[in-house]
């Protein structure tokens, strides 16, 4: 289909969210938020018709599923983003020329904002409280995948914005069609930004292939290293939870690396991912350590396409370094400037290890699986940004804003 009309009218949405103010977008949302817990059977009906059509077995099964505790957390975080302040108008810089001109920077929204994503419903509800928060119109390119997942909550989100008498048009769904994402990747006359979000085929392709400006959320190999003065207490809690805690997202562990100093305590460190049956490619010093200590039928020998690989599943790579920097030549290699997390006893060591490495986020003594928005205290993201221009890391509201310059005078002409 021509998806220019749609374009239109979700720009016109855009210009039209400029007249509204920040204590109604925050009704609304709440509002957004009570109708979702009202329409939880409903939402659940129609992904029940996604999940049927996938493999369970598939890494993306688990992104696509959507149960009534998930509801209730996405109703919780539409309220956290409701209640946040807002982030337009805020004054970055001020200051008076010599000629008397008072010149200030002000946050302002980017327009019409489109999202590319995959098999993550959830991401629906988020991208709309963001954008809407930040008063910004957004055109959704779901996956085929979540099909009608993601047509029930945009007609859920259609319904409070009618009733609240806004612009339905703040929210377009496309087909889940390859000629209408091409169409959404060249339309620069009206779309002022586009995010991907999903593998980094998705990412590599709106990459190489928009007219309209990118901000990559890309890929997470998310690596953690234990030191030769790390704690075995911590290292097994961290390790754990950044493995098991849920596996087919961006920010869980795919390869741990060991000083091999403390290749005596690899068993202990990995001891609780056997339980969640995590399956373990050693390299070779690290697999004559786990040899009879971890589940034969979890370990193997790892091959040379283990390390640098977004697992999304049970899966984990282990790779044995003999000094720090090694470790950090590792994750400099193989890493996608996403999560890295060292686990340490030695300060120096922590503090060089943050210095160095180049990642959106960079942890120390805890998980990787704290790379997420609600968990930094931003009420949601529209994904994790894993370059360096405009915004890094997880993107919340301050991230979906620019801004503009405003000059004030008093009849002062430029000589």
Known sequence: ?????????????????????????SRILSDLAEETEKSERIILDENTKDLDL??????????????????????????????????????????RR????????????FGLIGVIYEARPNVTFDVFSLCLKS??????????????????????????????GINENLITLLPPGREETSQLLRAREFVDLIIPRGSRALIDFVRENALVPVIETGAGICHTYFDEDGDVIKGQDIIKNAKTRRVSVCNALDCLIIHENRLNDLSFLVEQCALSEVVIFADEKALASL??????????KAQPDSFGTEFLSHKMAVKTVSSFREALDHISEYGSKH??????ENPSRLEEFCRIVDAAAVYTNTSTAFTDGAEFGLGAEIGISTQKLHARGPMALE?????????????????
């Open 1 to 25: 289909m021509n998806c220019t009309t749609l374009f239109k009218e979700a720009k016109r949405a855009g210009f039209e969210l400029s007249a509204i103010d920040d204590k109604s977008v």
């Open 54 to 95: 996938m493999q369970e077995n598939n890494p993306l099964f688990d992104r696509l599923k959507l149960t009534s505790q998930r509801i209730k957390s996405i109703a919780s975080d539409i309220r956290n983003i409701a209640n946040l302040p807002s982030p337009l108008g805020r004054i970055l810089v001020e200051y």
């Open 98 to 109: 010599v000629n008397g001109l008072v010149i200030k920077r002000v946050t302002v929204p």
């Open 135 to 164: 008063g910004n119109a957004v055109i959704l390119k779901g996956g085929s995948d979540a099909i009608n997942s993601n047509t029930a909550i945009v007609a859920l989100v259609k319904k409070v914005l009618k009733k609240s």
């Open 291 to 300: 040899y009879g200590k971890y589940p034969g039928n979890l370990l193997f």
């Open 339 to 344: 999560s890295e997390a060292i686990i340490s």
């Open 399 to 415: 991230a979906l804003t620019s801004y503009k310059w405003i000059i004030t005078g008093n009849g002062q002409v430029r000589p």
